[in-house]
């Protein structure tokens, strides 16, 4: 009987010690944090899934209050944690901007000429390091759909040997933006539908031999735009989404058809 | 004195690897080992528990479970310090030191109740070990965890970029891969007379 109250004793000390302990020292070595943060986390899911691109849901409200995320980047809990998030940093819920990715690439297998049979590892890495890739077009698409494998969402598929994304699936993660070897992919307002579908930096002569759709430089789309939205970036065109009014002029005069809408329905 | 120390640390980390050949700490080395970069961050949290928890350990039983004549709640006893020395010790560092939170923070929970860390400490009793030889081990033997996971991440990351048959893709690769390894590191048995 004695052995029991003293090993007892003895164990249910040692827990009381350490308990009283830790909640001192928790008070000693309290870290102040942003009140934002604990209040962002709360209305988290609590999933650390890892969806928003951030080691946890600690980390990622860390990351809104610093500015390094948006509100709208929980993938989980999408619009409703996105309005609260808004909130509590203080802005209105209708500020709130969604963003999508967007493959900046149109070059499919009927209009883009390859360089070379390829006939190695179903990866766009391991295709871009041989000479660039298989592509004619050293800045297009290898749609070996590294993008897609890697997108927890399944928002990206692979049609016509380039990848296009489902833009109401996407939840702008940007695990895809990280994954592509010729960083086609670009993070965008989601209603700015317009986009010029092309990255070759190649003058308009070798891009036009390349690829039938690739923008060649003849700055038609910045002449006609009414709101000065588009400018010349060396031989390649890109609209300011900020100044972009949706108004579809451009689309209409593009000889390439290399600014276009690039939404996948579902 | 030396030569003692080093063959302890051969023995710790290569013939007697604490996941490879006693088979302990089995969950962190195939749950974090995607990445050498996350591998590295919980092969350093490991070495720093075991070394710490040896020592708090190795003062418990001597000066607390010894006198009570209470050695059979060994078991229960070290996991109530390492927890409660795990969690303190993350408090403080939180507090210190920034960088190293954000390098160790995430990895410390996760192994405070690791059968690895519990496993070093017993071992030291068991061996009778003393004081300062209790800590070394417990450092060489987190060496040792951090070698073979460091080396597991590298095999996965390449596991990657193979062809592997439908049916081993994922899990079952990965435990085959874990067996070689584990096949290979029995070669260093003997290595020390």
């Known amino acids: 009987m004695n052995e029991i109250i003293v090993a007892a004793s003895v164990i249910g000390g040692l827990g009381a010690v350490f308990g009283i302990g830790l909640s001192y020292a928790s008070k000693v070595f309290a870290v102040e944090v942003d009140e934002r943060v604990v209040q962002i986390r709360d209305i988290l899911p609590g999933a650390n899934c890892g969806g928003c691109g951030f080691a946890g849901c600690d980390a990622f409200a860390d990351a809104i209050v610093n500015g390094k995320a948006e509100v709208d980047g929980c993938p989980v809990g999408g619009s409703a944690v996105a309005q609260k998030a808004a909130e509590i940093m203080g802005m209105k819920a209708g500020e709130v901007k969604r963003s999508t990715a967007r493959v900046l690439c149109n070059g499919h297998c009927s209009v883009s000429r390859e360089k070379y049979v390829y006939d190695g590892m179903d990866d766009c890495s391991a295709a871009a390091q041989l000479f660039g890739g298989h592509k004619s077009c050293s800045y297009g698409c290898l749609g070996h759909g590294n993008c897609m494998k890697t997108c927890p969402f399944g928002a990206i598929i692979i049609t016509g040997g380039i990848a296009r994304i489902i833009e109401d699936r996407c939840k702008a993660c940007g695990k895809c933006i990280a994954a592509c070897p010729k960083k086609l992919i670009e993070m965008v307002q989601k209603d700015k539908k317009y986009s010029v579908i092309c990255r070759s930096k190649d003058k308009g002569a070798i891009t036009k031999n390349n690829c039938d759709v690739g923008c060649i430089g003849c700055t038609k789309c910045v002449k006609t735009c009414r709101f000065g939205a588009i400018s010349m970036e060396g031989t390649l065109a890109k609209i300011d989404t900020d100044k972009c009014t949706n108004c579809g002029e451009c689309i209409v005069v593009c000889p390439t058809m290399a600014i276009r809408i690039m939404d996948f329905g579902d | ?193």
Do not use: D
């Open chain 2, 1 to 193: 004195m030396i030569q003692a120390i080093l063959t302890a640390f051969l023995s710790a980390v290569l013939i007697e690897n604490f996941v490879l050949v006693r088979f302990l700490g089995i969950c962190p080395f195939l749950g974090v080992s995607k990445k050498i970069n996350t591998a590295l961050g919980m092969g350093v949290a490991v070495i720093f528990v075991m070394a710490v928890s040896s020592a708090a350990t190795w003062v418990l039983q001597e000066f607390v479970l010894k006198p009570f004549k209470i050695e059979y709640l060994q078991t229960i006893g070290f996991i109530l310090v390492i927890a409660a020395l795990v969690q303190f010790v993350e408090m403080v560092i939180q507090k210190t030191s920034k960088q190293l939170y954000q390098a160790l923070g995430v990895y410390l929970p996760l192994i405070t109740t690791n059968c690895a860390v519990l496993g070093v400490c017993i071992i030291n009793i068991q061996n009778g070990a003393n004081f300062i030889n209790s800590v070394l081990y417990g450092t060489f033997a987190g060496t040792g965890f951090t070698l073979a996971i460091v080396l597991f991440a590298g095999i996965r990351e390449r596991l990657e970029f193979s062809e592997i048959p439908e049916s081993l893709k994922g899990f079952p690769i990965s435990l085959i891969a874990a067996s070689l390894v584990s096949l290979a590191f029995l070669g260093f048995q003997g290595l020390i007379k």
